[in-house]
């Protein structure tokens, strides 16, 4: 069964950082492509950016510069570090498996300007 679990959302001014982490379960985590997703109230689901093994990484436009994905195979965990946020970049990030349809809970993101 896969279970992927997101933390690290939060309150944040704009221009400050955080660390989103996604723990994933129930899959052979080091054979998948893993992405980041959000959703701000109102809007469709976006994709945030994505990683391909260890060093073949994709983003969003809007990701481009300041936001950064990662993943630890050892610890099943994937990894978006997003700096100099905006008020747009409020929203739940969700992280997804490129091979399953599965989504956690996300975490909210709020930036205050």
């Known amino acids: 069964q896969v279970q992927l679990v997101e933390s690290g959302g939060g309150l944040v001014q704009a221009g400050g950082s955080l660390r989103l982490s996604c723990a994933a379960s129930?899959?052979?985590?080091?054979?998948?492509?893993m992405s980041w997703y959000r959703q701000a109230p109102g809007k469709q689901r976006e994709l945030v950016a994505q990683i391909i093994g260890l060093g073949n990484t994709n983003y969003a436009d809007f990701a481009k510069g300041r936001f950064t994905i990662s993943r630890d195979d050892g610890k099943n965990t994937v990894y978006l570090q997003m700096n100099s946020l905006k008020p747009e970049d409020t929203a739940v990030y969700y992280c997804k498996s490129l091979y399953y349809d599965s989504w956690g809970q996300g975490t909210q993101v709020t930036v205050s300007s």
């Open positions: 129930g899959f052979r985590f080091s054979d998948s492509p």
